[in-house]
């Protein structure tokens, strides 16, 4: 019987090749898409979700608080995981981690070949305990035992590849950091899976760092830097809510009384990867709020294509209703009739989840590009794929097969026999129209949505930062002291090259993501401020190169160290100072008098970071042995000549060290690359849902003109223009379509102001998006409905009225 079933079913299929190649063609896009979605989401869901301990393992973080809000950063001071040890010996487990990059250098003992040389990414300096607390599987080594003495490094399979060929002879060799610190390879780690938020390429004992040049930091309770994490691993007795609670005592115990109104809290390992507050190591955070967004465009695709088939379906119920006489008179019952259509509608489903598994394989390399990601379609190592596929193939079997089987096993035999069966009859007109309502509804919320991200990425593209960013190039310099006395040098070279306009030093660009956030001191008061304030050390052409504008005083006087200060509007006017000209002269002190100096100078506020958050204080001063980078602005013309001899110069000034180089306005854009890949996806899924929804037109659009074939052929002997044909076919759908506007409008203006609070400077919602989001939709309604309206329109009135 069931075999008798797909036979008939298959039969039908053949009889009726348009109607099934359009449900077809829309569910096996409506799925691929969904299952596309479903691979993302499952793999951004499964970072770090392969430590056994993941539930109970937290990171300390910091809040900065102050009159206009609170601030995030993801770092904690130093010493606080070794205070943490003393002060709560019932944790578990304790261990800081810091992420610093550096020049690696191979030494080539033994032979007459030059020392290999790499600027090494994924370097964390790390604590014992960090291995105890994580699950990194080994390959060589004791976890235990490897990071607990100074200058001990671990490496990853893949790095220990690239410096020595064969990572089984990597243990006991030895690398260097920086030309000068030596260190032996006590271990090897198997590649990093890439659903971690832990990049990790080489560990090195975190003692190390009281030999290298972040040793002034590790006692400094009040710098907060972004890369240096502290996680800890709660006993089971023990929760975050409680452990917040300690945190605070805690927090006023070890800061200076000043500076602790800035708390600590923690953060679950469970969350690291989605809370866009703190970010990780990856620079790479997926929101909830993402992973909510990209499910319902999944669930609205998939409906989408559902409604496409129970539109044709009971639009074709009319042509298929002396075949339900026939059967009925034959003895069929209700029942039997019911499983014949359903199996005609799971036959198509099955086709169209073939389809739409090459379809998603086809397309994923494009995803994973787009994204960043590695997933791949296996159904052996995933099995949970295929759950998903054989649920959604249930799901769309029942959607959409459903009602139109229950519509057609209904009919009364004696009227199909008679073929007086009617769309108005079976009920079918309303329903179609309210489900063509449905879709574009769905369409235009996708593409409203759409047009406000993009609209929003253009805006940070375009909007004024305070200072220029374009064609300024930013290299990396050594810090080592030998170094230090060549970097004057490299400047004076550089601005002899006439493709060079000018050059400058510094620790950090204005804009940038390693920013160095401090409280401090102002005019002499005993407390801090209430606020922190991100400071940058620069030399004096730093405010050219960048055209910082002066609104009071002057640049500071270059000097070594420091001996002035420049500020912006934003800190002056936290300070309350009305006037910009009465805050010179007056004295911040940074650390507790390690640092003071007097204000010289005031500027306009420029963006410190990204566009999402509000303005920061900012403090510049000048420091020559904290500058790290040179920022070089070079003239539009040759720049790939410029390019070369500014890296010929900097390899001969530096010949022990790796060239790197990377444009500004390339850096900026990063800080917008999920917002960049948001809105390269809303435009993929809204393009997808409007293409269902025409299919759908275009399907029942092709039946209406058939139905209504002698209809048009009397309207077009009776004088009718080809044009009024159209509007007759056209008229119904554009008001359906409008409509469906007036629901979309109302849940798209919802969504997307939410979406927007989340940044400090945004678009606004102006009545634009929505005109040209009905526009758009009407457009491609008008063309999917005209065309085939048309086609009606210019057939031989003789042909469709001879068969009367």
Same mark, same amino acid.
């Given at each position: 019987?069931?075999?008798?079933?797909?036979?008939?079913?298959?039969?039908?299929?053949?009889?009726?090749?348009?109607?099934?190649?359009?449900?077809?063609?829309?569910?096996?896009?409506? #799925?691929?898409?969904?299952?596309?979605?479903?691979?993302?989401?499952?793999?951004?869901?499964?970072?770090?979700?392969?430590?056994?301990?993941?539930?109970?393992?937290?990171?300390?973080?910091?809040?900065?608080?102050?009159?206009?809000?609170?601030?995030?950063?993801?770092?904690?001071?130093?010493?606080?995981?070794?205070?943490?040890r003393?002060?709560?010996?019932?944790?578990?487990?304790?261990? %800081?981690?810091?992420?610093?990059?550096?020049?690696?250098?191979?030494?080539?003992?033994?032979?007459?070949?030059?020392?290999?040389?790499?600027?090494?990414?994924?370097?964390?300096?790390?604590?014992?305990?960090?291995?105890?607390?994580?699950?990194?599987?080994?390959?060589?080594?004791?976890?235990?035992?490897?990071?607990?003495?100074?200058?001990?490094?671990?490496?990853?399979?893949?790095?220990a590849?690239?410096?020595?060929?064969?990572?089984?002879?990597?243990?006991?060799?030895?690398i260097? &950091?920086?030309?000068?610190?030596?260190?032996?390879?006590?271990?090897?780690?198997?590649?990093?899976p890439?659903?971690?938020?832990?990049?990790?390429?080489?560990?090195?004992?975190?003692?190390?760092?009281?030999?290298?040049?972040?040793?002034?930091?590790?006692?400094?309770?009040?710098?907060?830097?972004?890369?240096?994490?502290?996680?800890?691993?709660?006993?089971?007795?023990?929760?975050?809510?409680?452990?917040?609670?300690?945190?605070?005592?805690?927090?006023?115990?070890?800061?200076?009384?000043?500076?602790?109104?800035?708390?600590?809290?923690?953060?679950?390992?469970?969350?690291?990867?989605?809370?866009?507050?703190?970010?990780?190591?990856?620079?790479?955070?997926?929101?909830?709020?993402?992973?909510?967004?990209?499910?319902?465009?999944? *669930?609205?695709v998939?409906?989408?294509?559902? +409604?496409? &088939?129970?539109?044709?379906?009971?639009?074709?119920?009319?042509?298929?209703?002396?075949?339900?006489?026939?059967?009925?008179v034959?003895?069929?019952?209700?029942?039997?009739?019911?499983?014949?259509?359903?199996?005609?509608?799971?036959?198509?489903?099955?086709?169209?989840?073939?389809?739409?598994?090459?379809?998603?394989?086809?397309?994923?390399?494009?995803?994973?590009?787009?994204?960043?990601?590695?997933?791949?379609?296996?159904?052996t190592?995933?099995?949970?794929?295929?759950?998903v596929?054989?649920?959604?193939?249930?799901?769309?079997?029942?959607?959409?097969?459903?009602?139109?089987?229950?519509?057609?096993?209904?009919?009364?035999?004696?009227? %199909?026999?008679?073929?007086? *069966?009617?769309?108005?009859?079976?009920?079918?007109?309303?329903?179609?129209?309210?489900?063509? +309502?449905?879709?574009?509804?769905?369409?235009?919320?996708?593409?409203?949505?759409?047009?406000?991200? *993009?609209?929003?990425?253009?805006?940070f593209?375009?909007?004024?930062?305070?200072?220029?960013?374009?064609?300024?190039?930013?290299?990396?310099?050594?810090?080592?002291?030998?170094?230090?006395?060549?970097?004057?040098?490299?400047?004076?070279?550089?601005?002899?090259?006439?493709?060079?306009?000018?050059?400058?030093?510094?620790?950090?660009?204005?804009?940038d993501?390693?920013?160095?956030?401090?409280?401090?001191?102002?005019?002499?008061?005993?407390?801090?401020?209430?606020?922190?304030?991100?400071?940058?050390?620069?030399?004096?052409?730093?405010?050219?190169?960048? /055209?910082?504008?002066?609104?009071?005083?002057?640049?500071?006087i270059?000097?070594d160290?420091?001996?002035?200060?420049?500020?912006n509007?934003?800190l002056?006017?936290?300070?309350?100072?009305?006037?910009?000209?009465?805050?010179?002269?007056?004295?911040?002190?940074?650390?507790?008098?390690e640092?003071?100096?007097?204000?010289?100078?005031?500027?306009?506020?420029?963006?410190?970071?990204?566009?999402? /958050?509000p303005?920061?204080?900012?403090?510049?001063?000048?420091?020559?042995?904290?500058?790290?980078?040179?920022?070089?602005?070079?003239?539009?013309?040759?720049?790939?000549?410029?390019?070369?001899?500014?890296?010929?110069?900097?390899?001969?000034?530096?010949?022990?060290?790796?060239?790197?180089?990377?444009? @500004?306005?390339?850096?900026?854009?990063?800080?917008?690359?999920?917002?960049?890949?948001?809105?390269?996806?809303?435009?993929? &899924? %809204?393009?997808? %849902?409007?293409?269902?929804?025409?299919?759908?037109?275009?399907?029942? #659009?092709?039946f209406?003109?058939?139905?209504?074939?002698?209809?048009?052929?009397?309207?077009?002997?009776?004088?009718?223009?080809?044009?009024?044909?159209?509007?007759?076919?056209?008229?119904?759908?554009m008001?359906?379509?409008?409509?469906?506007?007036?629901?979309?409008?109302? *849940?798209?203006?919802?969504?997307?102001?939410?979406?927007?609070k989340?940044?400090?400077?945004?678009?606004?919602?102006?009545?634009?998006?929505?005109?040209?989001?009905? @526009?758009i939709?009407?457009?491609?309604?008008?063309?999917?409905?005209?065309?085939?309206? +048309?086609?009606?329109?210019?057939?031989?009135?003789?042909?469709?009225?001879?068969?009367?």
């Amino acid at each position: 019987m069931i075999k008798n079933y797909f036979k008939i079913a298959f039969r039908n299929l053949l009889r009726n090749k348009t109607y099934a190649a359009i449900n077809i063609t829309g569910l096996a896009v409506g #799925i691929a898409a969904c299952l596309l979605i479903f691979l993302v989401i499952q793999y951004e869901s499964s970072f770090d979700a392969f430590h056994k301990k993941k539930d109970r393992i937290y990171r300390v973080v910091s809040e900065f608080k102050s009159p206009d809000g609170v601030s995030y950063s993801p770092g904690a001071p130093f010493p606080v995981a070794e205070a943490l040890r003393i002060d709560f010996p019932q944790l578990k487990k304790v261990a %800081a981690i810091f992420n610093s990059n550096r020049l690696v250098t191979i030494p080539q003992d033994g032979t007459d070949q030059p020392a290999k040389k790499f600027r090494g990414t994924g370097i964390f300096f790390a604590e014992p305990q960090f291995f105890e607390m994580f699950d990194f599987a080994w390959l060589g080594g004791d976890a235990k035992q490897t990071l607990t003495d100074p200058n001990n490094v671990v490496l990853t399979r893949e790095t220990a590849e690239l410096y020595f060929g064969d990572w089984k002879t990597a243990i006991g060799k030895s690398i260097k &950091f920086d030309n000068k610190n030596i260190f032996k390879i006590t271990g090897i780690l198997q590649n990093t899976p890439s659903n971690t938020d832990f990049p990790l390429r080489m560990v090195v004992s975190y003692a190390s760092l009281k030999n290298m040049n972040t040793a002034r930091n590790l006692n400094d309770w009040v710098s907060t830097f972004s890369q240096a994490y502290c996680f800890v691993e709660l006993p089971e007795n023990l929760s975050k809510a409680q452990f917040n609670t300690m945190l605070a005592g805690f927090n006023k115990k070890h800061k200076p009384a000043d500076y602790a109104k800035d708390g600590l809290i923690v953060q679950p390992l469970t969350e690291m990867h989605f809370d866009d507050r703190f970010g990780n190591f990856n620079d790479r955070v997926f929101g909830k709020d993402l992973i909510t967004a990209l499910f319902l465009i999944s *669930v609205f695709v998939v409906v989408i294509a559902c +409604v496409n &088939f129970i539109n044709l379906a009971t639009a074709q119920a009319v042509n298929r209703s002396r075949e339900v006489g026939v059967r009925k008179v034959l003895g069929s019952n209700r029942t039997q009739l019911a499983i014949q259509f359903l199996s005609e509608t799971f036959l198509i489903t099955l086709f169209a989840i073939i389809i739409a598994v090459g379809i998603a394989t086809i397309a994923l390399p494009f995803l994973n590009k787009l994204l960043q990601i590695k997933v791949k379609i296996n159904f052996t190592e995933n099995p949970l794929l295929m759950a998903v596929l054989v649920t959604v193939t249930a799901l769309v079997t029942v959607l959409s097969g459903l009602y139109p089987s229950i519509v057609l096993s209904g009919f009364n035999p004696i009227t %199909a026999l008679k073929s007086k *069966v009617s769309s108005t009859m079976i009920g079918g007109i309303s329903l179609r129209r309210g489900l063509v +309502v449905l879709q574009f509804a769905i369409s235009q919320v996708l593409i409203i949505g759409t047009l406000i991200v *993009v609209s929003q990425m253009d805006y940070f593209r375009n909007a004024s930062l305070g200072f220029t960013k374009e064609a300024i190039l930013t290299v990396p310099v050594p810090r080592d002291s030998i170094s230090n006395s060549k970097v004057d040098y490299l400047r004076n070279q550089l601005l002899l090259n006439p493709g060079i306009q000018q050059a400058s030093f510094s620790y950090a660009s204005p804009s940038d993501d390693g920013n160095w956030h401090s409280d401090f001191k102002f005019n002499k008061s005993t407390k801090s401020t209430q606020f922190g304030a991100n400071l940058k050390w620069a030399d004096t052409s730093y405010f050219n190169i960048y /055209d910082l504008e002066f609104i009071a005083g002057r640049p500071y006087i270059q000097a070594d160290t420091v001996r002035e200060f420049v500020v912006n509007e934003t800190l002056v006017r936290k300070l309350g100072i009305r006037n910009t000209q009465d805050a010179i002269g007056k004295q911040i002190e940074f650390w507790d008098g390690e640092v003071t100096a007097p204000i010289v100078g005031v500027i306009k506020d420029f963006h410190s970071n990204s566009l999402r /958050d509000p303005l920061s204080p900012v403090v510049l001063g000048s420091w020559k042995a904290l500058y790290q980078n040179i920022n070089i602005k070079i003239k539009p013309v040759n720049v790939k000549t410029t390019l070369a001899s500014i890296q010929k110069l900097w390899s001969e000034t530096f010949p022990d060290y790796v060239y790197e180089q990377e444009f @500004l306005d390339e850096k900026i854009n990063n800080f917008y690359r999920q917002e960049n890949q948001l809105s390269q996806l809303y435009k993929i &899924f %809204a393009g997808i %849902a409007i293409f269902i929804s025409c299919l759908g037109l275009y399907g029942l #659009i092709s039946f209406m003109a058939v139905q209504r074939t002698k209809e048009v052929g009397i309207r077009k002997v009776l004088g009718a223009s080809v044009g009024k044909i159209v509007f007759l076919f056209s008229k119904e759908f554009m008001l359906l379509i409008i409509i469906a506007f007036a629901l979309a409008a109302p *849940v798209s203006y919802y969504i997307m102001h939410e979406w927007l609070k989340d940044y400090t400077f945004r678009i606004k919602l102006g009545a634009g998006f929505f005109v040209l989001a009905i @526009l758009i939709s009407v457009t491609i309604a008008w063309i999917t409905v005209g065309y085939r309206a +048309v086609r009606a329109a210019l057939a031989n009135p003789v042909k469709s009225l001879r068969t009367e």
